[in-house]
């Protein structure tokens, strides 16, 4: 059984038991949305080479546990060693302590397309404060050891974000830092371009009914100079830029 | 020779107002006509989940909301008797809408005055559920004395 097979098959079961284990999933119908951004932009790392993309996603939670899937246009990535497109499955549980909610989930992220086996698993987990419209996080995303991304990977993340009372206007602002053991130097490059790399993110979204604008400006300490050494760095696209992207939500 | 004589509450013409909340039935009983007047409160909860999220993975924040409706029963007997009773249930409507629950509070007030329907629906079973143990209570407090 291969590692997609794993992924498809763990995600489609934990779907699955949210809808015949959890009266609270009729209540919670899954939510749907379509977007598209300006760019594919993950952790300040362009996954579309800086294209527009588009994407549609589905999110459904039943008591504790949740479960989302995400399909996103990549474009022949060159991060991805020429993916037309990624789907990001993940599955986990959550519980609410006070105001204090805390996650774990474990994503797949299956390429479509690409030039090389550039599927790979990641482990998550984060704690959010919300109180109001205010909301603050942290959390750490691991995905072990793979041949698909040159050995280990470890995001650490912090952000907050604020509704602005009477406005649907919410700002919000993010901090990240990637790190990881390298096995392999080319396919390690996919996700830190240039070894270890820190990112930051200060953005605005608004929200009218079931559509969102949002406009970000992200940014990462990325060498341009030492991540040309790698073809899957995509050197040009792993720096400063302005994303924009629109969501119907329904 | 005792003869039981059913006392029972003859459901008179059972018109409903013209008050979007509110129901309004004629009742006969052996003591006389009842007037009975349903009315339903409604009020909202709101539930945040979810967060905002940027960079690979769809926004999650959503308000969550649930109408949880009151109705109140007001029966007046000719004779003068009045009886009140309330039942709520939660979660007659509901729904959710993306964003903050904060930002979102007007447009579910919104949502509710729509689907107000739904809420004179349950406002109207409610009412002929009440029928049986109204009746009970209005046995209870005139029992009937036709006895021979």
Redesign the interface.
Known sequence: MTFRELTLGAVAGVTVALAAASPALAQERPALGVEVNSDENRRGLSWSGGRVSPSADIYASGGAFEASGRIVALRDSDRHGGAALVGDLSAGASTTIGLVTVRGRVTGHLFGGAGFDADYVELGGSAAYTLGPVQLDAGADYAPVQDAIGGDNLYVHAGAQAGIPGTPWTVLAGIGHSSGKTNDPFRAARLRPGGDYADWRLGVEHVTGPVTLGLDYVGTDVSERTASAFVLADARHSGDRIVGRVRFSF | MHMLMIAGLALGAATASDGALEHRVQLDHHSGPVAVRYSADVGVTHR?????T???????L?C?WSANVTVHREARGNSGTTLMRSAGQD?VI?G????????NRT?IAQDVARRQDAVRDHLQAVAQEDHGLLRAEMDRLHPDTRAG
């Open positions: 945040q989940i979810g967060a905002v940027t960079g690979g993975r769809p926004s999650t959503r969550l979660g509901e959710s809408r993306p964003g903050w629950c904060s930002a447009a």
